[in-house]
């Protein structure tokens, strides 16, 4: 008999809704993610996601449904829930008149966590803290505060760490250190939920992406796969001769010419390959010069998805 071992779930919602003022705002979402996951919500602005983290962070009362992490009910486990939990609110909240080092230091001991300096000095070290260990909060600069944020998030080493929008308005050598930063955690075992409006790094980051609309969970599906499935390919045909309407029978691939004609542009549906039409064209006496294709990512899933532009 072959044993299988599943990857136990980190997170696990069920029909989860929300109302503020009796306008639903969460409406009955359900997803879970399995330990060792790097997950990304994404969704426009409005769609749910904040709440969504706020009600698993449990900063904002559950409407209804459940939300258990690591098999323990946010609600009645709370106390356990809360120790492997570390959630960097889109907010940016710091505490004013305490150093960076004072504060990492009273946080651990908020999660009843002892001390730990060395796991202290290497958060510090990467989140390019140290110069500023001993400046009171007030005075740093906004890029920094979101830094702190994240350290403070790890400080007593949740096993899974929420990131609502931790890049925004962040610099974007700062946006790839901590990404870095935050795929390493990850190596090392914490399991990840993030939302950002960059859905490049989504692409790049997130194994899978779930995409909220309207309080609805609206996609669910492996990163990879998703794009696999909607993406267009377009392809560019390089031309001998230049043409000065596109090939007739051409319609299902929305052709158009640029570049006085010697360029050809066709939108590949997903899933299929070039070659078919490549044939085509060349059987009817086309000469082609050369071949490029462009495969479409996340940002374009997720305005056909949403109908709405990305960040
Ligand atoms: N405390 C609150 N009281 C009333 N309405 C709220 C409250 N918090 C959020 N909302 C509303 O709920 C809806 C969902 O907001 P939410 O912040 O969850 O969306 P989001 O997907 O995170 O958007 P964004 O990307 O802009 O952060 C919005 O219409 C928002 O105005």
Same mark, same amino acid.
């Given at each position: 008999?072959?044993?299988?071992?599943?990857?136990? *779930?980190?997170? !696990?919602?069920?029909?989860?809704?929300?109302?503020? *003022?009796?306008?639903?705002?969460?409406?009955? !979402?359900?997803?879970? +993610?399995?330990?060792?996951?790097?997950?990304?919500?994404?969704?426009?602005?409005?769609?749910?996601?904040?709440?969504?983290?706020?009600?698993?962070?449990? !900063?904002?009362?559950?409407?209804?449904?459940?939300?258990?992490?690591?098999?323990?009910?946010?609600?009645? *486990?709370?106390?356990?829930? %809360?120790?492997?939990?570390?959630?960097?609110?889109?907010?940016?909240?710091?505490?004013?008149?305490?150093?960076?080092?004072?504060?990492? %230091?009273?946080?651990?001991?908020?999660?009843?966590?002892?001390?730990?300096?060395?796991? %202290?000095?290497?958060?510090?070290?990467?989140?390019? &803290?140290? =110069?500023?260990?001993?400046? !009171?909060?007030?005075?740093?600069?906004?890029?920094?505060?979101?830094?702190?944020?994240?350290?403070?998030?790890?400080?007593?080493? =949740?096993?899974?760490?929420?990131?609502?929008?931790?890049?925004?308005?962040?610099?974007?050598?700062?946006?790839?250190?901590?990404?870095?930063?935050?795929?390493?955690?990850? #190596?090392?075992? /914490? /399991?990840?939920?993030?939302?950002?409006?960059?859905?490049?790094?989504?692409?790049?980051?997130?194994?899978?992406?779930?995409?909220?609309?309207?309080?609805?969970?609206?996609?669910?599906?492996? /990163?990879?796969?998703?794009?696999?499935?909607?993406?267009?390919? #377009?392809?560019?045909?390089?031309? *001998?001769?230049?043409?000065?309407?596109?090939?007739?029978?051409?319609?299902?691939?929305?052709?158009?010419?640029?570049?006085?004609?010697?360029? &050809?542009?066709?939108?590949?549906?997903?899933?299929?390959?070039?070659?078919?039409?490549?044939?085509?064209?060349?059987?009817?006496?086309? %000469?082609?010069?050369?071949?490029?294709?462009?495969?479409?990512?996340?940002?374009? +899933?997720?305005?056909?998805?949403?109908?709405?532009?990305?960040?």
């Amino acid at each position: 008999m072959r044993l299988y071992i599943r990857a136990m *779930d980190a997170l !696990v919602i069920k029909k989860l809704c929300k109302s503020f *003022d009796d306008v639903p705002v969460v409406k009955g !979402v359900d997803f879970a +993610i399995k330990e060792g996951e790097i997950f990304g919500l994404l969704g426009p602005n409005g769609a749910g996601k904040s709440t969504t983290i706020n009600m698993i962070a449990g !900063v904002v009362r559950l409407g209804s449904g459940s939300i258990t992490a690591f098999g323990y009910d946010n609600q009645k *486990d709370y106390r356990y829930t %809360r120790r492997m939990l570390g959630v960097v609110h889109q907010e940016i909240v710091i505490d004013n008149f305490f150093t960076v080092n004072q504060a990492l %230091r009273m946080h651990a001991g908020y999660y009843g966590v002892k001390d730990d300096p060395a796991w %202290r000095h290497l958060l510090v070290d990467r989140l390019g &803290l140290k =110069p500023h260990l001993n400046k !009171v909060m007030l005075k740093l600069s906004g890029g920094l505060k979101r830094r702190f944020m994240i350290a403070k998030a790890l400080i007593h080493r =949740p096993r899974l760490l929420i990131l609502d929008e931790p890049t925004a308005g962040v610099d974007v050598e700062l946006r790839h250190g901590l990404w870095a930063f935050v795929r390493e955690i990850n #190596q090392q075992g /914490t /399991t990840i939920l993030l939302t950002t409006h960059y859905l490049e790094e989504a692409e790049q980051m997130c194994d899978r992406v779930g995409i909220m609309n309207h309080g609805e969970l609206i996609a669910l599906e492996n /990163t990879q796969a998703l794009i696999r499935r909607l993406a267009n390919r #377009q392809l560019s045909l390089w031309l *001998d001769n230049p043409l000065l309407v596109p090939p007739a029978g051409l319609e299902q691939y929305s052709p158009k010419l640029k570049e006085e004609g010697m360029l &050809l542009l066709l939108h590949l549906p997903s899933g299929e390959g070039a070659g078919p039409v490549l044939r085509k064209l060349t059987e009817s006496g086309m %000469r082609i010069r050369d071949v490029e294709t462009e495969q479409s990512g996340l940002e374009e +899933i997720f305005i056909h998805l949403t109908g709405l532009e990305g960040g």
